[in-house]
């Protein structure tokens, strides 16, 4: 996961460069869901978007956070052969 610009509220974009075992992953179906579970006087939030594929295994996604914080992100993959990848991860912002 990769950004150019330090990540802050707002819209952000990020570039993921999905591979298995150093093949890029072309071609698939990648959704991203970003979340921040429910805290102390602040409900649960996220943010899903569908990654937009750049080629050669390389997606971009756009997400707006509305605060700053650790935000969890899963990546659902589905490959053109139909098989499903789910990838976790954060960031901070
Ligand atoms: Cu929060």
């Known amino acids: 996961m990769v950004s150019d610009k330090p990540l802050t509220t707002g819209m952000n974009k ?3 460069h999905l591979f298995k075992r150093s093949t890029p992953i072309k071609d698939a179906n990648v959704a991203v869901k970003f979340f921040m579970p429910a805290m102390p006087g602040m409900p ?3 943010y899903k978007t569908v990654a937009k594929p750049l080629g050669n295994g390389v997606y971009e996604a756009a997400f707006n956070a509305s605060m ?3 935000w969890q992100v899963h990546i ?5 052969e139909g098989k499903k990848y789910r990838l976790k991860s954060s960031i901070n912002l």
């Open 14 to 16: 990020l570039e993921l």
């Open 44 to 46: 649960y939030m996220e």
């Open 68 to 70: 700053g914080g650790t």
């Open 76 to 80: 659902f993959i589905t490959t053109k």
